[in-house]
């Protein structure tokens, strides 16, 4: 079984920048790709980026390549999202998850052990 619990998240103007963690208990997480996602409301949860068990690939939405980086240490069980040059329609709540399937996927049915999220709002 693997928790994870996301932190970082706040109220930041548009431009700016804030590190997102999310760490995992569980002696699988370093065997795992993992990936990021975010819900805004009423809006269904969408795909943000993934990496690879070792860290080596990634993989990015459009509508944040180039701002946002996604990286991880294993050896602290964590997965981290970077997120630069900010915009109010980054808002939402961000989740990291498990890939069940091994590979880096964009559909949130491929991942499991959600963490709870946690609150980016970006002012203009």
């Known amino acids: 079984q693997v928790q994870l619990v996301e932190s970082g998240g706040g109220l930041v103007q548009a431009g700016g920048y804030l590190r997102l963690s999310c760490e995992a208990s569980g002696r699988t997480f370093s065997s795992r790709a993992m990936g990021w996602f975010r819900q805004a409301p009423g809006k269904e949860r969408e795909f943000v980026a993934a990496i690879s068990m070792s860290g080596d690939s990634t993989y990015y939405a459009d509508s944040v390549k180039g701002r946002f980086t996604v990286s991880r240490d294993n050896a602290k069980n964590t997965v981290y999202l970077q997120t630069n040059s900010l915009k109010p329609e980054d808002t939402a709540v961000y989740y990291c998850?498990?890939?069940?399937?091994?590979?880096?996927?964009?559909?949130?049915?491929?991942?499991?052990?959600w963490g709870q999220g946690t609150q980016v709002t970006v002012s203009s």
């Open positions: 998850a498990v890939s069940l399937r091994g590979a880096l996927a964009r559909a949130p049915s491929n991942y499991g052990y």
